[in-house]
Each structure stands twice: as structure tokens, then as C-alpha cells.
């Protein structure tokens, strides 16, 4: 009877440890990913700057307020890629692609990313991103339409602004191609940006 018993739990043994290492062999690996410029890969200006920029957290939709890339599949629908994931939250990651981009942009300026609960540090000027759409398609690129707003502290001027952007997908890319494309797409807005708050330091 105990070699019976002992048998059949070597059979149960025998039915489960395949299906135990079939699971584990079929786990999905999650990919993380940054979007845009990280930081300024310029050299530091021999002269002090002229001025200072801050960019504090971009506002994002709901729907993209999430770890997961969401990925637009049709004008009504999209998909969230749970196996495709952000590095940090997106909110951050635009201004800080954003950030990176200006100070690229912006000869004379030092330009900062404020990450949230940071200390508020002086600054010349206020920049205030609003995504109000962010649709990236595989195969297809990526498509931006972000309101934004630059306020001189001092005497709170503001200047407003609404960039509507779409950078393709380089063919056959994949998700490096599309992330990539939405860093392209924010590379514009952040042109658009700069050539503002170039033409308010001018007056």
C-alpha cells in the first residue's frame, strides 16, 4: 500500500513539475522604455546663463497615466501592452524629454526638470506641459497634440501655445521605432517651445 501511495505521488509529481516549468518558460519578459532626450548632451556654455527654464511634470490624459504603453489601434480603439512598459511614470518622462530638448534649443539658457516634490528652485521661466493626446501606433508612429504655456516669473508674462505633432515609425521598427517616434513628435512641440520663449528673452 506505501509503495502504491509513494508511486502515485511520484505519477502527481511527475504531471505537475512539466506544467510548473512550461508556465515559467512561457512568462513574458517586460521591456522598459524612456521616451525622448534624457538630458542635455550639449557642453556646458563657457558663460554664466542668461536665464533659467523649469519644466515641471507634463499633465496627462487618464488613460496614459499608467506603467503600460497604450497603443492605438483604431480611431475608437486601443490596447494596453501590459509586457510594455514605461520606465518611469510618463508624466515625467515628457517634461523630462522636453526639458532635454530645450536646453539643446535654448542658447544661453540653463533649463531644469522638476520632478514632482522637488523643491520649487528660482527660476526665469515657468514651462507648463498638457498633453491632451498622445496616440502611438505600431508601424504607423506617433501623434501629439500638447498644449502649453511659458511664464516669466518676474513680471508674469505668459506666452500660450498648442502643438499639434506626428513623427512616423520608421518601417519594420517595432516598439523601439515607435517609442522613438514619440520622442520625434515631442522634439517638435519642445521646437515650438523654444522658439517662443526665444522670442519673449529677445523683448
Not at 534649443?105 to 514632482?116: C, K, Q, T, W, Y
Not at 527660476?123 to 498644449?147: F, K, S, Y
Not at 518676474?154 to 498648442?162: I, S, W
Request: aromatic share 4%; hydrophobic share 45%; glycine share 8%.
Amino acid at each position: 500500500m506505501k509503495v502504491a501511495v509513494r508511486l502515485g505521488r511520484i505519477a502527481v509529481a511527475a504531471l505537475v513539475s512539466p506544467a510548473i516549468l512550461v508556465a515559467c518558460l512561457r512568462t513574458p519578459e517586460i521591456r522598459y522604455y524612456t521616451i525622448g532626450a534624457a538630458a542635455s548632451d550639449r557642453s556646458a556654455p563657457a558663460e554664466p546663463a542668461r536665464y533659467t527654464v523649469r519644466v515641471g511634470p507634463a499633465s496627462v490624459p487618464e488613460i496614459l497615466d499608467r506603467p503600460e504603453l497604450v497603443l492605438r489601434v483604431s480611431a475608437t480603439e486601443v490596447t494596453i501592452d501590459d509586457q510594455r512598459r514605461w520606465a518611469e511614470p510618463l508624466r515625467s518622462g515628457i517634461a523630462r524629454a522636453v526639458a532635454g530638448d530645450l536646453a539643446r534649443e535654448l542658447d544661453g539658457a540653463r533649463v531644469v526638470f522638476a520632478p514632482e516634490g522637488t523643491t520649487k528652485e528660482t527660476t526665469n521661466v515657468e514651462v507648463a506641459i498638457d498633453v491632451q493626446r498622445l496616440d502611438a501606433t505600431l508601424g504607423v508612429g506617433a501623434g501629439v497634440d500638447v498644449a502649453w504655456v511659458a511664464r516669466w516669473t518676474d513680471d508674469g508674462h505668459t506666452r500660450t501655445g498648442r502643438s499639434v505633432q506626428h513623427a512616423p515609425a520608421a518601417p519594420g521598427g517595432g516598439y523601439d521605432a515607435l517609442v522613438l517616434a514619440c520622442g520625434q513628435a515631442l522634439a517638435a512641440v519642445s521646437s515650438d517651445i523654444a522658439r517662443s520663449v526665444r522670442a519673449a528673452a529677445m523683448n
